[in-house]
């Protein structure tokens, strides 16, 4: 993924379309049926691409994000019950492998960073906790996502700023002299979530190397309220670039959630991941509030670092999906925080909704930059083309696949919490169907009781997040709002 290296500059016309999907939040039926629009709308990208290189898009789209289009494809099948594109997400999760099934497909390795494998590693994780199919022939999801750990952990760099990934894998690519918090995040939260689906230790352990890393060379500040983008190791890491983005912080968060949920009650390691959940959830704030924000602006997600001055480029547009995705699963590991959590799901789902209200898109062409004229013209309305913006209330002239992607993870992270017991080797299937030894395709299966209503004002303070443990989280739906109650 190339995060800093360049943006482009777009001409936003917020023109008065009226939203094509109608999104009721406290409707599990209305949410699904969201969900599949956008869903479908990203089919149509995909199908006009060409199929000689299964699972990935046209230029401009690069290939990491083909790996969470098919992550998030997975959650929409384990999500909503629908098995439509199910096909499709198979095919593609495993002709991207590469002969050694970790990701390293000869058609990627030369420009490959290890962010870019990391995002396909964590599609086949989570097709690994979801039990989703594993095809006949085919090396089991955990075994992709394990490979590439493996690959990772082996690049570990200890000779330059005392640790850490790299940015590129290859010594002759741009960006191969410059540790990310991407890199790194993802590595982490990979770690993390293999921990929790194996038990197994050594997991756990990279997970807390990564974490400290980041920390000791002020990727992340060692007041854990900023998450920066990176480093070169021509100056031993001591120099910080200090842009921050939604998506560096989102795997941090998300791994850090998933460890305080893995370690022992009330012990030392708990508490310490417990305080970096709190302080890494605070630390998002960045990127549902601004200065002279409206109380509609408030709580909806947005990327500061381009997005006001719509600089953003074509990776950037789908950065903020990750971070819902991120605020989505803390919640369901750590239910403490649903406070805070809940209204910023809730906002950001509505306003991605009301964004998809563009030309019907059925071509992979890049962002659509649509002219006065065409912009406002009756065909242009008709479609369910998601914008940019999700603080706009409308389409604002803008379209493409990292705009769908985003929009699809914000109304999915609506029922992420809900999604039932995840899989792990230690819980078999008893079908087999996850290939894995793997348990439940999940969704809630008890009953719910009353809770309060989540407000934007609701800060988990240090050392206060609660852990689920083992146990299965509902979503309650009502009043206009998200809760997680535990039962």
């Given amino acids: 993924m190339r995060a800093f290296a360049s943006s482009i500059t777009l001409a936003y016309f917020l023109v008065p379309y009226v939203s094509a999907i109608d999104l009721d939040i406290t409707d599990p039926n209305s949410i699904k049926d969201a969900a599949k629009t956008i869903a479908g709308d990203i089919m149509n990208i995909y199908n006009t691409t060409d199929k000689e290189n299964i699972g990935i898009f046209e230029s401009p789209y690069l290939w990491w994000e083909a790996g969470l289009v098919w992550d998030t494809f997975v959650d929409y099948w384990f999500l909503t019950g629908d098995a439509e594109f199910n096909d499709q997400v198979t ?51 955990l075994t992709l996502a394990e490979n590439v750990f493996n690959d990772q952990a082996a690049r570990w760099d200890n000779k330059t700023c005392d640790g850490g990934l790299r940015w590129q894998i290859l010594t002759f690519n741009d960006g191969y002299d410059y540790k990310n918090a991407l890199s790194n995040g993802l590595f982490l939260e990979l770690a ?50 200090h842009i921050q983005w939604t998506a560096n912080l989102a795997p941090i968060l998300a791994g850090s959630a998933i460890m305080a949920n893995l370690t022992s009650g009330g012990s030392a390691q708990q508490s310490a991941w417990q305080t970096r959940t709190t302080a890494l959830l605070n630390a998002t704030t960045l990127f549902w509030t601004a200065t002279g ?13 381009c997005e006001p001055e719509h600089t953003c480029d074509t990776d950037q547009f789908a950065y903020k999906g990750i971070l819902a995705t991120a605020l989505a699963r803390t919640a369901y590991f750590a239910p ?10 809730n906002a950001s789902a509505k306003g991605a909704a009301a964004a998809c209200a563009g030309p019907s898109v059925n071509t992979s062409t890049t962002t659509t930059k649509l002219d006065r004229d065409d912009a406002t013209s009756s065909a242009a309305g008709n479609g369910t083309a998601c914008g940019t913006s999700w603080r706009a209330g409308d389409y604002d002239g803008t379209s493409g696949l990292s705009q769908e992607i985003a929009a699809l993870s914000a109304v999915l992270a609506l029922l992420e919490p809900g999604m039932g017991t995840l899989a792990s080797v230690s819980r078999p299937d008893a079908t087999g169907a996850g290939g894995n030894g793997s348990t439940t395709t999940g969704g809630a299966s008890s009953t719910a009781s009353s809770g309060a209503q989540g407000t934007n004002s609701a800060k988990p303070s240090g050392g206060a997040v609660v852990v689920v443990g083992r146990s299965v989280w509902l979503l309650a739906l009502g009043m206009g709002a998200v809760f997680w109650l535990l039962v």
Avoid at 102 to 119: I, V, W
Avoid at 336 to 345: D, G, I, K, N
């Fill in 91 to 141: 095919n593609s999760l495993t002709f991207q492998t590469g002969s050694n099934h970790d990701y390293m497909p000869p058609n990627q390795t030369k420009t490959e960073g290890n962010d870019d494998q990391a995002f396909w590693a964590l599609a086949a994780m989570t097709a690994a906790e979801r039990s989703f199919p594993v095809p006949s022939g085919q090396p089991s999801w």
């Fill in 192 to 241: 993390a979530r293999l921990a929790l689906f194996t038990g197994n230790r050594t997991y756990a352990t990279w997970a807390n190397e990564s974490f400290t890393w980041m920390q000791s060379t002020g990727l992340i500040s060692h007041d854990l309220t900023t998450v920066y983008d990176g480093a070169d190791v021509a100056n031993d890491c001591k120099k910080i670039n």
């Fill in 293 to 305: 924000a409206t109380a509609t602006d408030n709580g909806t997600l947005f990327e500061p670092a």
């Fill in 336 to 345: 403490s925080t649903a406070a805070f959590v809940t209204p910023v799901l």
